[in-house]
């Protein structure tokens, strides 16, 4: 008895196209039945004049997961008319690269056209993209790409400056209801032979949870039509039970090494420099659900104490020291309150980058300076030779005088012959105090050095 033998026998065409996920079955086949995008497919828009007018560029699509970047490469290759090949940046080398540019080339000799999809392009090394440009300089190939990341960072100049991007945004729910609908009634592709419903109200919830995700959300609902349809009283309705039990935990769009992330977490930081703790209460809880490290939160949100709070109010500082202490003791979910607390202080704190502006003034003068010696009299005589060529000679001890107060220069000679004034203490909160110090200090030193 062989391995296989109670194995039924091969699936027909009809049952081979059932066996394909639900995603894969509704996939639009024209751009009439292409839902969202219009910015770029609307009548007169870029992209519809390139497909229709057989525009022979290549093409970078960009955008986050489930908003048609291979269908459109489908729908391109069968519009112009063109051999489609596709294969993935994760699963494919150089080897297999030059291969199909081989094969490619030789249908090109004989009049075929070739559309070459690139699922996941950015996971393309250097060199491996490198060997694309011949191909698509000379025409042989018509290179479409798709990347969830920015083509900027992730895909080199010299083949960027050979495409054209296109972004993709995620659909609306409304755009996402329309193709749930489709899909039910459909009976040749869709989900019609199992005559199952769902009200509304439902179908907008499966949309809100997928995020702009088309096949996230037909993948989703196709489980849940199959529970539907075998469940004992359900009479093959989607209902909210069946939804919840369907779907788990809502889908939130995420990675932490790419685009997204530094999207989030701009946000989180800009909406607490702009005073509003909701959006930063919102940005932070997205990081966090979405799996965030909660400790790169917490080490994002220090800084964001130390750059657009600073001396406004000294305690931010350990507010958020505070809060990622207590992340790290506790961890999630009971160390999130700390974090939404810290955040909210720092939304509500008195703002000033008077320090992060003085340092970063000091620090290019650091780089962009010639390095003076230290002065004499601010250095150590810890010997009698120092002692005996200047160390400390002229050093005035500040506890030594009244109000703690000399009038000796600190900076080297030439910076302080410039009069260099980093720090500009602004009048938000307790820096306002230390702006009125810094002011009395000064005139107070123009006088000891004036007698």
């Known amino acids: 008895m062989g391995l296989f033998s109670d194995m039924p026998g091969k699936l027909d065409a009809e049952q081979r196209e059932r066996a394909r996920p639900l995603a894969e079955r509704m996939r639009p086949q024209s751009l009439d039945e292409f839902i969202g995008q219009q910015q770029i497919l609307g009548p007169g828009k870029p992209l519809r004049l390139q497909i229709e007018n057989d525009e022979p560029g290549s093409i970078i699509f960009w955008g986050p997961p489930g908003t048609g970047k291979t269908t459109l490469a489908h729908i391109i290759a069968k519009t112009t008319h063109a051999n489609f090949i596709e294969f993935s940046a994760v699963s494919s080398g150089i080897k297999e690269v030059k291969q ?21 392009i950015h996971r393309f090394n250097r060199a491996q993209q490198d060997a ?13 790409g798709a990347t969830t990341e920015n083509p900027s960072f992730e895909i080199i100049s010299a083949l960027l400056s050979r495409c054209r991007v296109y972004t993709l945004e995620g659909l609306t729910p409304r755009q996402i209801v329309a193709l749930l609908e489709r899909a039910l009634v459909d009976s040749e592709r869709g989900l019609g032979q199992l005559g199952v419903s769902a009200p509304p109200e439902v179908l907008e919830k499966l949309a809100e949870s997928t ?3 088309a096949r996230s959300s037909l993948n989703i609902l196709e489980i849940a039509a199959r529970t ?9 309705v989607i209902d909210e039970q069946v939804l919840t039990d369907t779907m788990q935990s809502k889908l939130l769009r995420y990675d932490k090494s790419g685009e997204e992330h530094y999207n989030i977490i701009s946000a989180l930081h800009k909406s607490v420099r702009n005073s ?3 959006a930063a209460l919102y940005w932070l809880g997205r990081m966090l659900e979405a799996g965030e490290d909660p400790l790169y939160v917490a080490r994002r949100v220090i800084r964001m104490a130390v750059e657009d709070i600073g001396l406004a109010s000294p305690q931010a500082l350990g507010i958020c020291v505070a809060a990622k202490d207590a992340m790290d003791f506790m961890g999630r979910p009971e160390g999130d309150l700390a974090l939404a607390q810290a955040v909210v202080y720092l939304a509500l704190a008195p703002k000033s980058n008077a320090v992060y502006t003085a340092y970063s003034e000091a620090i290019s003068d650091v780089k962009n300076t010639y390095a003076d010696p230290v002065p004499l009299h601010l250095r150590n005589a810890v010997t009698g030779l120092m002692k ?9 001890y500040a506890h030594n005088y009244d109000d703690k107060l000399t009038g000796m220069v600190c900076l080297p000679e030439k910076l302080a012959a410039q009069n260099r004034i980093y720090y500009h203490p602004t009048g938000e909160g307790f820096e306002k105090e230390l702006r009125a110090r810094l002011e009395d200090i000064v005139e107070r030193k123009k006088d000891i050095r004036g007698k």
């Open 100 to 120: 199909v540019m081989s094969e490619a080339e030789r249908a090109w000799e004989f009049g075929s056209r070739t559309v070459l999809f690139i699922d996941e």
């Open 132 to 144: 694309f440009l011949p191909y698509v300089e000379r025409g042989t190939v018509r290179l479409i």
């Open 211 to 213: 995020s702009g995700d």
């Open 228 to 236: 539907a349809y075998t469940r004992v009283g359900n009479s093959g």
């Open 276 to 278: 509003d703790p909701d």
């Open 388 to 396: 005996g060529i200047g160390y400390g000679k002229g050093y005035e």
